[in-house]
């Protein structure tokens, strides 16, 4: 319970250092005296940051721990191939062979812990391992080729996570799959070419989270693109 008592006594600190600072106003008439006042209260700030500090850096440390109980079905990508055809696709589509039981073991290993944690302490938990799955996804995945059936799957299965993992968090979770997300658009062009039309000016309320070299190092993992045209694309 004690990263609980660290993270609940931090928001009392910003609340009880709004309320003195109000009264300070109120008690105090002269400036001099209420600067006084108020450098007093800055350290009640320094003590609410430091509390959310360590809050932070637990929760972070619990959700390290974690991932080893999740490790086994995200590596299950490794035996996968993107590169279809249409019977395999078909076999995919039917039975997910590795994110239904990611899906599963996220629920179990977070779920009690729902319980024994205040709000803000579960939601930082939960977004810590997001973000931990996500990039353990995202380096497998570097490892694949695609083919344009590749991507579809691909990018059911991202829209598949983002709409799971909503269940677990009363925050939006589709920043931690923003980079996957874009990595799943890439990979569903019809050309190399076309990533023009979602880039720079044409991004519109687009935000890239992927570099320019990262943007061509996901499109040279489709079999159907030429490394050259990729190449020569002015990102």
Same mark, same amino acid.
């Given at each position: ?27 105090f008439e002269s400036a001099d005296s ?35 109980? #999740? ?8 035996? #996968? ?34 319980n024994l944690l205040t709000v803000q ?58 980079? #996957? ?51 020569? #694309?002015?990102?």
């Amino acid at each position: 319970q004690a990263v609980n008592n660290f993270e609940v006594s931090s928001e009392y600190i910003k609340k009880l250092k709004a309320d003195l600072d109000s009264f300070t106003f109120d008690v105090f008439e002269s400036a001099d005296s209420r600067n006084r006042v108020q450098s007093c209260l800055s350290d009640l700030m320094k003590t609410s940051t430091e509390f959310q500090r360590i809050t932070t850096a637990i929760m972070e440390q619990v959700s390290q721990k974690l991932m080893p109980e #999740l490790r086994g079905a995200i590596d299950a990508l490794a035996s #996968l191939s993107f590169n279809l055809s249409d019977a395999e696709y078909a076999t995919y589509e039917a039975d997910d062979p590795w994110l239904p039981d990611l899906m599963s073991r996220m629920e179990e290993h977070l779920g009690w812990l729902q319980n024994l944690l205040t709000v803000q302490n579960y939601e930082s938990l939960v977004h810590s391992v997001l973000g931990h799955v996500a990039k353990r996804v995202e380096a497998l995945l570097l490892q694949k080729r695609f083919n344009q059936l590749g991507g579809l799957l691909l990018e059911k299965d991202v829209r598949n996570m983002v709409n799971y993992t909503s269940n677990l968090t009363q925050r939006t979770v589709r920043d931690k799959f923003a980079r #996957l997300s874009q990595m799943a658009t890439l990979l569903n062009l019809e050309s190399p070419g076309e990533v023009l039309d979602y880039w720079g000016d044409n991004a519109d309320q687009m935000m890239w989270r992927l570099t320019p070299f990262e943007v061509k190092r996901v499109l040279k993992l489709r079999v159907e693109f030429l490394a050259v045209d990729v190449d020569e #694309l002015q990102l």
